[in-house]
């Protein structure tokens, strides 16, 4: 990810005197400005964990001595332990005024706590559902926006409606827009109808219908033999599509020619449906990654929702939903699902809205599926919420309750984390299980799994994905001593210029000392954000430190200046998030700062 344009001006400062060059040239303070680019890692596995008490409330106290982890039933050590806590954000750090003009720190109330993402499956859900969900969107919102949180409006089609915004009009006039996904193709009206659950069925798990597993007339006498009945009943949909017009037999199968003509009519139907079906997937787990993306440059509480009846997943897209869950995992976003059908029953041979069966013998079979089909798509749901440390709401017909259940966080969420000994690089998928120890009447939520990498990890992905989460988090750390201040100066009515001034202390640097030279490369990163915390533009800077003992030393009483200067194309109040990062120690320190230009 490479953060958005900045024109920037770097200035160290440190004292001047005759000294010789340093050797080969090499000076001792050097600065470069570097692409912000950042990569998954998979080191360290991080289990979110909710535990609440019989009653439902949740559990805070607990330590990472109570809680065991097991990977592929093996017990491991937990390496981290945090507990995320659902509370008001402190205040940021004040920021200083210069010369030109006051720049003055935003109170505690203007940063936003929390930002909700609803994320609308326009492509799953069926026109009433989608119908019902508008109407409890529309109730919910009435009630759950507040002066201290965002939200924003995005569909699984791929239209974002509402960036995040306190206006509730914007909101649900956005919502107002949701339509349903059509890509075009009326498949309601295919014959035979091949659900997706099927088709999987037939192509990718039983291989029925790709001709290595039954040439045709062995694949007719199996599908006729009611032995298989998936295969049996999509035939008998088939069949009855093609009728009997046909006559003869085909030379080379033996079969009669309107038993070849079903069995080409279902191949083709089945591939079709699978196709379909994987595209949608695909829109839906590619929408849930965006909008996670989008959630981790937000810098408060992160809280996605995701409205929809769920979705299925083939062995093919199990990996794309583990990069879903490990990305919210590492930016802190919590997803929570609700199932908007509310409470629902598979009506056998469909409702009016559904495709029609032309076999009576394939209606019982075929609505069994997509029974089964629709108990898939709830597991979906339940794993992306529990794997994240969120809710999923279903089985209930108040849906507008549920949704403000689920646009709270959970007021404690566990974070456990580990590093699997000899972990394979092989892409496999690893069950996870977490117990307490000793706490009788306690429920326990947590990540199901996960997928082994299939490359090693690059530690330099590691930093920068450290710095990736630090810029986009709210909390302050101090362990490299900064001070940050800010002033802006007016270019126009509605332009300024908006100047971050960072002055490092060296004395919480840990060089690596080389012959007559103190080395470290330390990372700072400035973003700057809006007042409703949409992330507008940043900059990494990394300064190359040789230092002379004397230049240390001097240093130690001046510290080291870093400045960059925004161009800002319009008035209001702005947060500044300051990161720096020293390789040496492996240490960061985060600031906040604020500024009002009017």
């Known amino acids: 990810m490479r953060l958005g344009p900045l024109s920037a001006l770097i200035l160290i400062t440190a004292p001047v005197w005759p000294q010789p060059a340093p050797a080969q040239g090499q000076p001792e303070i050097a600065s470069e400005e570097a692409p912000i680019t950042f990569s998954s890692r998979v080191n360290l596995i991080s289990v979110p964990v909710v535990v609440r008490d019989r009653d439902g409330h949740p559990v805070g106290n607990l330590t990472r001595e109570n809680f065991q982890l097991f990977d592929k039933g093996k017990l491991q050590i937990i390496t981290k332990f945090s507990v995320e806590k659902t509370a008001g954000i402190p205040a940021p750090g004040a920021t200083a005024p210069r010369d030109r003009a006051q720049a003055s720190a935003p109170s505690p109330s203007f940063f936003p706590e929390s930002y909700v993402a609803y994320l609308v499956d ?27 949180s965002r939200a924003a409006i995005f569909t699984t089609s791929g239209i974002a409606l509402s960036e995040f915004t306190a206006d509730r009009q914007k909101l649900h006039d956005a919502i107002n827009k949701i339509q349903p996904y059509t890509s075009g193709i009326d498949r309601q009206q295919d014959c035979p109808y091949i659900s997706y659950y099927v ?17 045709d007339a062995q694949l007719d006498q199996v599908a006729q033999s009611g032995t298989e009945p998936e295969l049996t009943a999509a035939y008998a949909e088939a069949k009855a599509c093609v009728g009997t017009s046909s006559s003869g037999k085909d030379t080379l199968s033996g079969l009669l020619l309107s038993e070849v003509e079903t069995l080409t009519k279902l191949r083709v139907s089945a591939r079709q449906a699978l196709t379909y079906g994987d595209h949608e997937t695909s829109l839906g787990l590619g929408a849930l990654r965006d909008v996670v993306r989008k959630l981790s440059a937000m810098p408060g509480k992160r809280n996605l929702v995701l409205v929809s009846p769920g979705f299925l997943l083939t062995r093919d897209t199990r990996s794309d939903e583990y990069d879903v869950l490990d990305r919210a995992i590492r930016a802190s976003v919590v997803v929570n699902t609700i199932d908007m059908r509310g409470l629902f029953a598979i009506i056998p041979g469909g409702d009016a809205s559904s495709p029609a069966f032309h076999s009576a013998a394939a209606i019982t079979q075929l ?75 306690l429920t326990i939520q947590a990540r199901r799994g996960y997928w082994a990498p299939n490359h090693a990890v690059d530690p330099a992905e590691v930093a920068k994905e450290e ?19 800010t002033e802006y100066f007016k270019t126009g009515d509605f332009k300024a210029e908006l100047t971050v001034s960072a002055r490092l202390k060296v004395q919480g640097l840990r060089f690596q000392k080389a012959d007559d ?27 190359k430190l040789h ?15 870093v400045e960059e200067t925004f161009h800002v194309a319009a008035p209001g109040r702005y947060v500044i998030r ?17 500024v009002q230009i009017p």
């Open 122 to 148: 326009d492509v799953h859900l069926k026109s009433g559902d989608l119908l019902q969900a508008r109407q409890a969107l529309h109730r919910h919102l009435d009630e759950s926006i507040d002066p201290t």
């Open 199 to 215: 088709a999987d069925m037939l192509v990718n798990q039983k291989l029925y219908l790709d001709g290595r597993l039954f040439p």
């Open 367 to 441: 609505s069994l599926a997509e029974m089964a089909a629709a108990t898939q798509a709830d597991d979906v749901l339940a794993e992306l919420a529990s794997g994240t440390g969120g809710t999923f709401f279903h089985d209930d017909n108040d849906l507008k309750r549920g949704l403000n259940l689920l646009a709270a966080r959970p007021e404690f969420v566990y974070i456990l984390g580990f590093s699997p000994p000899d972990l394979k690089l092989d892409g496999a998928y690893h069950g996870l299980k977490v117990s307490i120890k000793n706490a009788a009447n």
């Open 467 to 485: 710095i990736q989460e630090t810029v986009f988090s709210r909390d302050e750390i101090q362990t490299i001593p900064v001070d940050l201040e």
């Open 517 to 543: 030279r103190s080395n470290d490369t330390v990372t700072v990163v400035t973003g700057l954000f809006d007042a409703n915390g949409n992330y507008i533009s940043g900059i990494e800077r990394l300064l």
């Open 547 to 561: 230092l002379r003992d004397q230049t240390l030393a001097a240093l130690e009483n001046t510290g080291i200046n």
């Open 578 to 594: 300051l990161v720096v990062r020293d390789s040496g120690g492996n240490d960061i320190t985060a600031r906040n700062g604020g």
